[in-house]
């Protein structure tokens, strides 16, 4: 049975530039590189670079962090100082910013939880919403 999360890996052209954007900009923690790889973690999830291609997405699949409220402003002052390319404008409930990745993965770093989520979808549903009985 599933029990949760295990990991992300992300196709990357560069190593190296992938690593300072996901350490400095981002703040992940790094735990281990190789020629080809790398592991970074946050809290207990790990994130997998590994080199490869990268596919363009046009999609809404993207990746989202938690942040808490309070160091909101810091964190996305931090990414726009390493000149991430904003892709779409938050619209839903909690404050979040969606950015790029230097190979264009799709990221957001996001304040609140699927709890504080829910109870806003109780005040403003979106179209057709079904509850689970």
Request: glycine fraction near 6%; aromatic fraction near 12%; charged fraction near 25%.
């Given at each position: ?94 404050e979040s910013f969606y950015f790029l990745d230097p190979d264009g993965h799709?990221?957001?770093i996001h304040v609140g939880d699927l709890k504080s989520r829910l109870a ?5 549903p979106y179209q057709n919403m079904r509850w689970q009985q």
């Amino acid at each position: 049975m599933i029990t949760g999360l295990n990991h992300i890996t992300l196709a990357v052209s560069d190593l190296k530039q992938s690593l300072r954007f996901y350490t400095q900009a981002v703040g992940l923690t790094f735990e281990v590189s190789w020629e080809k790889g790398a592991y970074l973690s946050m809290g207990s999830l790990w994130l997998c670079l590994s080199v490869d291609t990268p596919c363009e997405k046009s999609d809404y699949t993207h990746i989202a962090f938690s942040v808490e409220a309070q160091d909101f402003k810091k964190c996305r002052d931090a990414l726009e100082q390493h000149g991430v390319v904003e892709w779409k404008d938050n619209k839903s409930e909690g404050e979040s910013f969606y950015f790029l990745d230097p190979d264009g993965h799709k990221l957001e770093i996001h304040v609140g939880d699927l709890k504080s989520r829910l109870a806003s979808l109780k005040t403003n549903p979106y179209q057709n919403m079904r509850w689970q009985q």
